[in-house]
């Protein structure tokens, strides 16, 4: 989403909504390596509220949306839904100054902001490093493959399984 800079007010917020495209977000997810499905399949919508002081402009967000991954332990799919709110500071860049790397500062150049690229990085580095579909998810037998019971035994070679990550707990 672009944003005309010179667009936006000083003396109250521009509110702007507006949806980044599963396309976009999915943009180099895919491993050369492995063959993972898609992410996103639906878009993620963004409202935005802009604000200008000075040549700064400050962001406030609300982001909201779902995505459809695989649960780690079972390999089942679940929906997952996404909500975040997030507010950062965008800079322009004049001539060779020096690019701080604080995490809630972004910069920009030109007369023109791009708002898309740094909502997609705040989804993705907003995601949980593993997705589990419940709580009380049990995983899979270490036997024959199928997905365990409540309680940990397999349907299946009818055995009892207990999952290792459970057995550990500090």
């Avoid at 779902?66 to 975040?84: N, W």
């Avoid at 902001?113 to 049990?138: F, H, K, S, T, W």
């Amino acid at each position: 989403m672009l944003i005309q800079v010179q667009m936006v007010p000083e003396d109250h917020p521009l509110s702007i909504s507006f949806a980044i495209p599963a396309v976009f977000l999915n943009h180099n997810l895919q491993s050369a390596v492995v063959d993972m499905p898609l992410l996103f399949e639906h878009p993620i919508k963004c409202d935005v509220k802009l604000r200008k002081v000075f040549d700064d402009i400050f962001v406030q967000a609300k982001i909201t949306g779902s995505t459809c991954p695989q649960c780690d332990r079972c390999l089942m799919p679940f929906d997952f839904d996404i909500s975040q709110e997030t507010q950062f500071t965008c800079q322009p860049i004049v001539g060779n100054h020096e690019v701080d790397e604080d995490e809630d500062l972004y910069y920009f150049q030109g007369l023109e902001l791009d708002l898309a690229p740094i909502l997609r990085e705040i989804v993705l580095l907003g995601l949980p490093m593993q997705y589990i579909c419940d709580q009380a998810c049990q995983g899979l037998c270490s036997d024959c493959g199928e997905k365990l019971d409540q309680v940990g035994t397999c349907g299946q070679c009818q055995k009892n399984t207990i999952f290792p990550q459970k057995t550990l707990r500090v």
